[in-house]
């Protein structure tokens, strides 16, 4: 926003103010160019995006768009960072996660930019007993550590709490989460467990370690579910607030509850709404805590995780960039505690390169970018400001939601929670079938010829309860019916790709259905005539133009030659000898499927 000097000179002062009505009308006029006739709002509208939740993001956002005051860092409703000095004087934490390691691999992390760890331990994890080892030379006055056991939780908690003791480390100087988490477990397996350890753990660590938090708020398991940003925000709300009826039953007093709780959310490539998603959080934990009589209490610890749904198989190398830009609007969003997902996360275990690249991400943007030197550095932005305020109102009402079927418990034992979650997913995975939310290297832009990269295969993580989904899973399974297809038989499945007419005619289509193809494994053939390409599929590529001229007569021809089967590319016709046409918006998924099938490729 712009800031007048004291006298009041204004640069613009001799040009007229632009009014919203203005703008609409040249950007209609724009559209009408290209077909639409629209006007006035309609025009606006038209260059909206729709997001989840029924959010939308406008192309204009001015000092009209009037939001609830923010309010200062460090002071309710903390929508502008829990802290008032933010992360300025040393960056977030930079939290490396460790699910299968040895003590080396954790040394190595901490002697290199790594500042506190998250250990999995139980079942999918560090076998219980094995703290000793893992953090054998590890300075625990210095690292903090966050545990994360599942049901295992307080023999895990109790196994650290030991350590401390054995290793001299003052009860003051004890830093960390003991992650108790029932909620969390129940949403991953299923089982309920007893909250009781945790309500004892949080009392001791309120008795005893200042430094020691017993409770991890995990909206990990919804986000991973398919659940959208409100949808997580809600669950979470939902359990921090089951947490709190608990712990002040169990004795605790409302700002004792809340000091046992952080907050785990995921951060996506989706760097504003992530960038809101965090704001939001806190914003409604603050209102929260006001509720409950202690506003002060209400400055929520955030803990960003790089989003596991976003993590793809094949073109692995993409995932750096995604999180990077995940790790950029965890920052920007003032999450306390940050970690980033090394890029084969989703392949097996990470190798030391993986892990150096993760952590070097964080190193990158604190010391390189100065990315913590301003606080809450997207506040003051009007799309920012009404993207935080649509998403706190749409998690505020998902909460309620949840509550109103009996709380966050009775919701996930109802199976309520996990239909919500199956019908977002459901919707969004039709927008990646019809690659209107792209993956980069998988649904555009594919590499057939990749090196597929090779780990050690990961610890089975918990099951049963909420399902893990992933943005590529039907594009995985079509291409490991491509690569079983090559083991068999020495060759992928091919379409040969019938260019008609000069490369400016053909090129952009040519190149479009290459790149479809190639999504579902199947090998686009270009060059040599179809008779020779070992191919059985053939699509016709030009412009609407030559289609009307060609397409028909290139179609006979082609079957004449012993095409089975004939697509276009481009909006569906009516061209006799054309099966079936691709175009942009085309369910790809349904097509690949259908294709490989009609090959035979199992």
Not at 417 to 435: F, G, H, P, V, Y
Request: charged share 20%; hydrophobic share 45%; proline share 5%.
């Amino acid at each position: 926003m712009t800031v007048l000097p004291d006298d009041g000179l204004s640069l613009a002062a001799e040009f007229p103010d632009a009014t919203h009505e203005q703008w609409q009308r040249l950007v209609a006029g724009v559209l009408r160019k290209s077909g639409k006739e629209v006007s006035g709002e309609a025009a606006e509208d038209a260059l909206s995006t729709a997001l989840e939740d029924g959010l939308r993001t406008r192309p204009l956002y001015t000092a009209n768009d009037v939001t609830p005051e923010p309010g200062f860092p460090g002071f309710p409703p903390f929508v502008r960072g829990g802290r008032a000095e933010g992360s300025v004087t040393g960056g977030w934490d930079v939290r490396q996660r460790h699910a299968a390691t040895g003590g080396d691999a954790v040394l190595g992390d901490l002697e290199n930019g790594v500042t506190s760890l998250w250990l999995v331990v139980g079942t999918g994890g560090l076998p219980l007993g094995s703290l000793g080892r893992v953090l054998d030379g590890v300075h625990l006055d210095l690292a903090p550590v966050v545990l994360d056991a599942g049901s295992a939780f307080d023999a895990a908690a109790r196994e650290l709490l030991g350590l401390y003791e054995e290793r001299g480390v003052a009860d003051h100087a004890a830093i960390g989460n003991l992650g108790a988490d029932p909620l969390a477990h129940q949403a991953r397996t299923g089982d309920a467990s007893d909250f009781a350890p945790a309500a004892a753990l949080a009392r001791l660590c309120a008795d005893r370690y200042p430094g020691l938090r017993a409770l991890t708020v995990d909206a990990l398991p919804y986000h991973e579910a398919g659940g959208s940003a409100a949808q997580e925000l809600g669950a979470s709300l939902a359990t921090g607030v089951a947490y709190l009826r608990e712990l002040t039953e169990a004795g605790l007093s409302v700002e004792q509850a809340c000091a046992q709780l952080e907050f785990r959310y995921a951060a996506t490539a989706d760097q504003f709404l992530t960038i809101a998603k965090l704001r939001a959080a806190r914003r409604l934990w603050a209102r929260v805590a006001e509720v409950c009589g202690a506003p002060g209490a209400g400055a929520q610890v955030q803990h960003a995780v790089t989003s596991p749904v976003m993590m793809t198989r094949r073109d692995p190398w993409v995932n750096m960039l995604r999180t990077t830009i995940a790790t950029l609007a965890a920052g920007v969003g003032g999450a306390d505690a940050v970690t980033v997902l090394p890029f084969d996360h989703a392949v097996g275990l990470p190798d030391a390169f993986a892990r150096r690249i993760a952590r070097n991400t964080s190193t990158i943007l604190v010391e390189e970018s100065h990315l913590s030197r301003v606080t809450d550095p997207a506040g003051g932005s009007w799309y920012v400001e009404r993207l935080t305020d649509e998403l706190a109102h749409a998690g505020w009402e998902f909460f309620q939601r949840i509550e109103g079927v009996g709380g966050q418990a009775a919701a996930l034992r109802s199976g309520r929670l996990a239909q919500d979650l199956a019908d977002t997913w459901e919707a969004r995975s039709a927008k990646l079938a019809e690659r209107r939310e792209p993956i980069t290297g998988v649904s555009e832009f594919p590499y057939l010829a990749e090196r597929p990269v090779e780990r050690a295969p990961a610890p089975e993580p918990p099951s049963g309860g909420l399902p893990r989904v992933r943005r590529d899973e039907a594009y995985e399974a079509l291409r490991a019916r491509s690569d079983a297809h090559l083991a068999a038989t020495g060759s992928r499945p091919r379409v040969y790709l019938a260019a008609i007419g000069p490369a400016a005619a053909h090129t952009a289509r040519t190149t479009f259905a290459a790149n479809l193809f190639q999504a579902g494994g199947i090998e686009p053939v270009t060059d040599g005539a179809f008779e020779d390409s070992g191919a059985t599929e053939v699509c016709l590529c030009s412009s609407d133009t030559l289609y009307e001229e060609q397409a028909e007569s290139t179609a006979r021809a082609l079957r004449a030659a012993g095409a089975r089967h004939v697509f276009l590319a481009g909006r569906p016709g009516q061209y006799t000898g054309v099966d079936a046409y691709v175009f942009a918006g085309c369910d790809a998924v349904a097509v690949l499927s259908a294709t490989l099938d009609r090959m035979g490729v199992s």
